[in-house]
């Protein structure tokens, strides 16, 4: 089994290793020496026997390494501690996987290495040590890993620079940024990157960035990515709570992505894009190189106007690191979970991704259904996204001059974005000043857009007096898309107990309004 | 200009011809002679000369018949009234259409033929006198041109009967059923039947129904058609009136097709399905026998996976009349309103169809936006369909021997649809007895669906204590597809003039319940 495929297993890690695991020699504990933690560190990546720590107790994995299922990410911790990762990992938090744990145990960390007992702190490997310096506006939600959106401030232009871009990370941040003769897992050289493709027929072939750049057309879209998680506070608290980070209006962000087509490369590779057999390839899997995987449909990632690219640039400059240095996949039109970072393997198969973000994370079920006893198999993993619209800003402006009849004096300026998956077009976007009781269209922003569809947003303005504003409740807006798909008007009929895809009507308090009435400062949602 | 061409340009018909008509001679209406009413009837499609009466007027209007907008169609009305053509075409009743009409004036009826100064009733041509018998059983809105519901009863069966599918005629129905020497625009003959096709170069093709069925692999799909009006009276009951038809919940009906891909067929013409023009071509333009026009995106309709069919065989039989005999257009996913019946020419352009059908009856606006002022421009064609989901029966049955172990006894089972555009499958069903305070999953029924993507609706049930319907409130079901876009809650903030794509949650009373609190029976929307 090849390495990607070991990876793309690693949901089903428990199952198929706990029969075997069962007929292991049972280990006694307390017949093995002490070992110190030089010696430890001594058996890292470049040493032929491979130890970790869990906790005190010191394990020789050298065997296991090729069958984790994790692939060599596991590399990563060999010569130091491995719980932070298992924490990071909490699928290895049952009993099948501790009980292989401990098959590989040698022995215990000198007493005299130990502080208080545990492994001195500067001792412990931090998996996010490598990880980039980010713009002190982004909201944080997640230090480690970084989960962090895009203030309003900053969501208010069509393209969102690479700086204030909202960054949504499962796991730390691969190094790619320089070139070492001494590769380590942690470090790997720039050098040695290479994108690992496999076809359903076995076929395999690996490409640099640099054969990507050469030998593909460059291609430059304009796509949208958002999270599902994307204005999951709003779900949580105005119906009930959710499990996730309670992102705002920011887990959603607009750039330029250049690289090479996807159909381009697999067609290279060998690929028959217009004539696969479609019962033996329904899916492209996706691995990053931090173990992330998740996959798309077959017919998207090979779609001559599906514009599903292998990007290696953003913005007009290098991939931020944060954004999947040196290469991404980029899925426009899909949820952003899908346009894997660092992307290291791409394996075309039968069979969607295992990978808990394919699997489980990234689903919705109905308003009744609680964590508790899922039917995971029961929902489809989150692809193309629906409607959705926010309110960025209400600002007041001079509207002395302005070429409308109704405005002549001071008035408020409510803008925003609205989009919606599958390049599907906004056509119109309806505002209220009262809360949803009489409704208005949104001037739609020309913005230039490139790619086959509409992947990405469309910003939007309503300037309305100051009188009116006033005199009027909650401002409110909801979107239509080019089928006439229009959001929710509230948040408890879509709750799901994920808080996915919230798109309940974005409801905003006109801040002066709210003033009066002995309200703090900012706008809210209610 | 071609035929095809012509008739496309329908809706401008005023407007390209005022200018020219603005120099024609004025023609004093007092100095013609009497003519007699066979005299008339002697001048009609065979004739030489081509003579109409409108009113109690006679006109000449040989030479307006190759230039009129509508196409050939006008044959039907000529030697013998139009009025009744024009009360179907309301687009004549302008100023200038007249002033065109007076310049072919050429005398009076004479009084002699006249009843009560009109033209007796049996001399006035019926449009719609060949249109089919029709089961007694559907829902008639209006009898001229047909336009009937499926009823809650033929709504059960996941294939609808030929017979009780529901009829959405714009115009009367051509009537190919016969092969007759005489061939005349009223009864034109089966022989003489051609599909006519332009491509974009000029290129000409024709095809009869037997080239397809000969020349193409027949395709059979399953798939659901639904007018943009399903539903629209629910919206007008619980908002505010809308103008068009009141369906309730059976302007939708699914069927099997068989017929040959449009793709197929526009390659043998000579189109360059893989490699077109994009510029060049944007639209494809279907017309029907009766002068009714609309067009689709040339995306779709050379989609490999769009499976959009030129349809010979409906439920296993002939097409039927109602349904486009001999040759309709299949759009499967996109509004009913683009799967054109009686199918005689389809034209390649980079204009989308010019018919009201296209150009206006079938937008949505804004809930602000009424008929007048209306920017028709502002909102695109409806193509693909938002998500749409109803209640077709509310039954009393025996669950005593139920499997579920909540059901021990007398039970309510509701049944129903959902659907939605675009081939985009139903994932779940959300159905609650209490008015949508607490929410449960109906079953999907698994049906089979034939077809590259879901292009049929997904029938549910979902079966409830009694005592738990008598407890409840209203019944309501709320539906999600693929890509989770759901329903919108309310009628009114969806509400749009002409009441199109009505897709409010469809609530249902349960009659029992209704019936203690002194109402009527029958399920009804609230």
Same mark, same amino acid.
Request: negative net charge.
């Given at each position: 089994m090849a390495a990607a495929a070991i990876a793309a297993s690693l949901l089903f890690y428990h199952n198929t290793h706990s029969a075997a695991n069962a007929e292991s020699p049972l280990i006694s504990t307390t017949s093995k020496p002490t070992i110190r933690l030089a010696d430890v560190k001594a058996h890292g990546e470049d040493? !032929?026997?491979?130890? =970790?720590?869990?906790?005190?107790? /010191?394990? *020789?994995? %050298?065997?296991?390494?090729?069958?984790h299922p994790g692939g060599e990410v596991i590399l990563r911790a060999v010569g130091g501690t491995i719980d932070k990762y298992w924490d990071i990992f909490s699928i290895h938090k049952k009993q099948d996987v501790y009980d292989i744990l401990e098959s590989y145990y040698i022995g215990d960390l000198d007493p005299q290495d130990l502080v208080?007992?545990?492994?001195?702190?500067?001792?412990?490997?931090?998996?996010?040590?490598?990880?980039?310096?980010?713009?002190?506006?982004?909201?944080?939600?997640?230090?480690?890993?970084?989960?962090?959106?895009?203030?309003?401030?900053?969501?208010?232009?069509?393209?969102?620079?690479? !700086?204030?871009?909202? =960054?949504?990370?499962?796991?730390? /941040?691969? *190094?790619? %940024?320089?070139?070492?003769?001494?590769?380590?897992?942690?470090?790997?050289?720039?050098?040695?990157?290479?994108?690992?493709?496999?076809?359903?027929?076995?076929t395999e072939v690996d490409y640099t960035v640099e054969d990507l750049k050469r030998n593909f057309e460059p291609v430059t879209i304009t796509a949208t990515l958002q999270c599902s998680g994307n204005r999951r506070k709003h779900m949580s608290d105005a119906a009930r709570p959710t499990t996730g980070l309670p992102w705002s209006i920011g887990a959603i962000s607009t750039s330029t992505f250049t690289g090479c087509r996807l159909r381009d490369v697999l067609a290279h590779a060998g690929f028959p894009v217009d004539d696969y057999p479609e019962d033996e390839v329904k899916h492209a899997q996706f691995m990053g190189a931090e173990a992330y995987g998740?996959?798309?449909?077959?017919?998207?990632?090979?779609?001559?106007?599906?514009?599903?690219?292998?990007?290696?640039?953003?913005?007009?400059?290098?991939?931020?690191?944060?954004?999947?240095?040196?290469l991404r996949a980029l899925v426009p039109g899909h949820v952003a979970a899908r346009s894997v970072k660092w992307l290291k393997s791409i394996v075309l198969s039968d069979e969607e991704s295992s990978s808990q973000w394919q699997q489980r994370d990234y689903k919705c079920f109905g308003p009744n259904v609680g964590k508790d006893g899922v039917d995971w198999e029961g929902a489809p993993a989150i692809q193309e996204m629906p409607v959705q619209s926010a309110i960025t800003a209400v600002k007041e402006v001079d509207a002395s001059n302005s070429k409308d009849a109704n405005l002549d004096g001071e008035a408020v300026q409510v803008e925003g974005y609205a989009f919606s998956g599958g390049g599907r077009k906004i056509i119109r976007v309806d505002v209220s000043a009262d809360d949803g009781r009489t409704w208005h269209q949104a001037e739609l922003l020309k913005n230039e857009t490139k790619g086959y569809k509409s992947w990405a947003w469309t910003r939007w303005k309503w300037t309305v007096p100051r009188t009116v504003a006033e005199a009027g409740e909650r401002f409110v807006v909801k979107a239509v898309d080019e089928v006439y798909n229009t959001q929710p008007e509230r948040y408890e009929p879509q709750w799901n107990f994920r808080g996915n895809l919230t798109s309940g009507w974005h409801r905003v308090e006109y801040p002066k309004r709210r003033k009066e009435k002995g309200g703090v400062g900012g706008a809210s949602q209610g």
């Open positions: 040493s !032929d026997e491979k130890w =970790v720590i869990k906790g005190t107790k /010191v394990y *020789d994995i %050298t065997d296991w390494v090729s069958a208080n007992g545990q492994v001195p702190s500067d001792d412990i490997d931090d998996p996010f040590q490598s990880d980039p310096k980010r713009d002190p506006r982004l909201l944080v939600h997640s230090d480690r890993p970084c989960n962090a959106e895009s203030p309003p401030e900053c969501l208010d232009t069509f393209i969102t620079p690479n !700086d204030s871009f909202y =960054v949504r990370n499962h796991l730390w /941040v691969p *190094d790619y %940024t320089t070139n070492s003769p001494n590769s380590t897992a942690a470090k790997p050289s720039r050098d040695k990157y290479t994108l690992h493709i496999e076809l359903h027929d076995g998740a996959s798309i449909p077959i017919e998207k990632a090979v779609a001559k106007r599906g514009d599903v690219l292998l990007v290696y640039e953003m913005g007009g400059k290098p991939l931020p690191r944060d954004h999947g240095y040196p």
